[in-house]
């Protein structure tokens, strides 16, 4: 992939996967409770998803010297279908 591929493709991922989250409903109900506070929430948020970006980056580079990347494919794809039926089945109780 072309590096502006991946960009794009991590933007996309990153942004959809964001959107209705825990995380932004929290960011939405501090944001709402603390009106004049509003630049200091999106600070906090925005460095706090910068943090948590770095670590998924620095693993999974750390990762990529001791398994292939086709293994790291398999493996975040059963993780995230183990997840989804795992949301599936708590919403149906």
């Known amino acids: ?3 502006s591929e991946i960009f794009l493709a991590t933007f996309t991922s990153v942004f959809v996967a964001e ?9 939405m109900a501090l ?3 603390t009106p004049n506070a509003r630049w200091m929430v999106f600070g906090g948020s ?4 910068v ?3 770095a670590i998924g980056v620095l693993v999974g580079a750390a990762l990529g010297r ?6 790291l494919h398999r493996v975040g794809g059963v993780l995230f279908l183990g997840m989804g ?7 149906g109780r």
């Open 31 to 33: 944001s709402g409770a």
């Open 1 to 3: 992939m072309r590096p």
């Open 66 to 71: 001791f398994v292939s990347v086709t293994t």
């Open 46 to 49: 925005a460095l706090a998803l």
């Open 85 to 91: 039926a795992w949301m599936l089945f708590r919403a």
């Open 51 to 53: 943090l948590s970006s």
């Open 19 to 27: 959107l209705g989250d825990k995380t932004q409903l929290a960011t």
